[in-house]
């Protein structure tokens, strides 16, 4: 599952913290707001008990850094410096990587997908 910021949020941890907890959580949050960013007119956003917005984020993520580890659910938390095509290909590419190596610590080829071949064989079928 996904969740940006605190759209997602109040759904999704409820289902990871008081679910089944057999979930490996992956946080994700930019460092540096994008350029651009206070003078488009998006910083109109009040602060919420005396915090300036742009470090919500932060904190956000260190709230829920602190419940994962309170009820005991893996967690890994990563902060990437901007979202360029640069920083978010080389992220990409990483777990891409990462997800290769960890098939092969489990025995499993990364490359056969059964269950898509199933479904587009039926879409091929559907599909004549």
């Known amino acids: 599952s996904v969740g940006v910021g605190t759209t997602d949020l109040h759904s999704?941890?409820?289902?990871?913290?008081?679910?089944?907890?057999?979930?490996?959580?992956?946080?994700?949050?930019?460092?540096?707001?994008?350029?651009?960013?206070?003078?488009?007119?998006?910083?109109i956003l009040p602060s919420i008990e005396g915090v300036p917005h742009d470090e919500l984020p932060r904190i956000v993520s260190d709230a829920l850094s602190s419940s994962y580890y309170e009820v005991g659910i893996p967690y890994v938390s990563l902060e990437l410096r901007d979202a360029s095509a640069e920083t978010l290909g080389?992220?990409?590419?990483?777990?891409?990587?990462?997800?290769?190596?960890?098939c092969h610590l489990l025995q499993v080829d990364?490359?056969?997908?059964?269950?898509?071949?199933?479904?587009?064989?039926?879409?091929?079928?559907?599909?004549?």
């Open 110 to 128: 990364p490359f056969t997908q059964p269950g898509v071949e199933r479904y587009k064989a039926h879409l091929r079928q559907l599909l004549k």
């Open 90 to 102: 080389s992220y990409m590419a990483l777990r891409m990587y990462e997800t290769i190596l960890l």
């Open 12 to 43: 999704l941890e409820q289902r990871i913290i008081a679910g089944t907890q057999d979930t490996f959580v992956v946080l994700h949050t930019l460092t540096h707001r994008r350029q651009g960013y206070a003078a488009s007119g998006m910083d």
